[in-house]
């Protein structure tokens, strides 16, 4: 009984707007304050059910949340500044590991170079590489996305913000393109990146971006309802 009392406290808390971290240090101090009181009423005659009951009574969860909610300085940077945690961090970091890992092929090709290692003579390394460019411009997008969804949840992020947020990595995803050319295509090896838009060619892009949306909200959607039911 009183586990469930304590997670139906953190999730109220969380929605009010409580980080993780912070609401896990209240429940740690609203439980040891249950045990002192548990203990004082026990002192004074209180079978131990007795006790737990009047200790429940006492500790006024509505008065907790409630003050939760009118301290902004205890809420999480996610909940404080939803515009910029929404926008600009989850572009910020898919831009990031999409540049690190375009980084990663980039010295990997020079270094194999200078090492003497002829790439050009090896189809599987070709296809390993061809591989990792598609992974990184097919599977990012949604891979990043899905993690930022499993962050806005953790924090109860409102529905809106959170598709605001996948809607854009979904979008840059698919302006998103890199290219390698080996020998004898070019002279040496050469791996380019950038964005693409143009209002002529305008249905694949379209179509990976709304197929990463679609996928991404079907999962957070889902994930957030078995979130609801456990709690």
């Known amino acids: 009984m009183r586990e469930q009392r304590f997670i139906a406290i953190g999730e109220e808390l969380l929605r009010a707007g409580l980080s993780p971290r912070r609401v896990r240090?209240?429940?740690f101090e609203?439980?040891?304050?249950l045990d002192d009181l548990v203990d004082e009423l026990e002192g004074h005659g209180a079978s131990r059910a007795e006790a737990e009951a009047e200790a429940s009574r006492r500790l006024d969860v509505e008065a907790i949340?409630?003050?939760?909610?009118?301290?902004?300085?205890?809420?999480?940077?996610m909940r404080r500044w939803p515009a910029a945690a929404f926008t600009l961090f989850p572009l910020f970091v898919y831009a990031a590991?999409?540049?690190g890992g375009m980084a990663f092929l980039v010295v990997a090709l020079i270094l194999a170079k200078n090492l003497g290692f002829p790439v050009e003579s090896y189809v599987f390394v070709q296809q390993v590489t061809t591989a990792t460019i598609q992974g990184i411009v097919l599977i990012l997008p949604a891979s990043v996305?899905?993690?930022?969804?499993?962050?806005?949840?953790s924090r109860r992020a409102p529905l809106t913000w959170t598709l605001v947020g996948v809607a854009l990595v979904s979008v840059l995803g698919a302006m998103t393109n890199a290219q390698?050319?080996?020998?004898?295509?070019?002279?040496?090896?050469?791996l380019g990146a950038g964005l693409t838009f143009t209002t002529d060619v305008t249905s694949m892009p379209l179509l990976r971006a709304g197929s990463t949306f679609v996928v991404v909200t079907l999962l957070y959607l889902w994930h957030t309802r078995m979130q609801r039911r456990a709690a």
């Open 65 to 77: 949340v409630a003050a939760a909610r009118e301290r902004p300085e205890l809420h999480s940077k």
């Open 145 to 153: 996305a899905i993690t930022f969804c499993i962050f806005a949840s």
């Open 180 to 190: 390698l050319t080996l020998p004898p295509i070019s002279p040496k090896p050469a």
């Open 97 to 99: 590991l999409f540049a």
């Open 25 to 27: 240090r209240i429940l």
């Open 30 to 33: 609203l439980e040891s304050h």
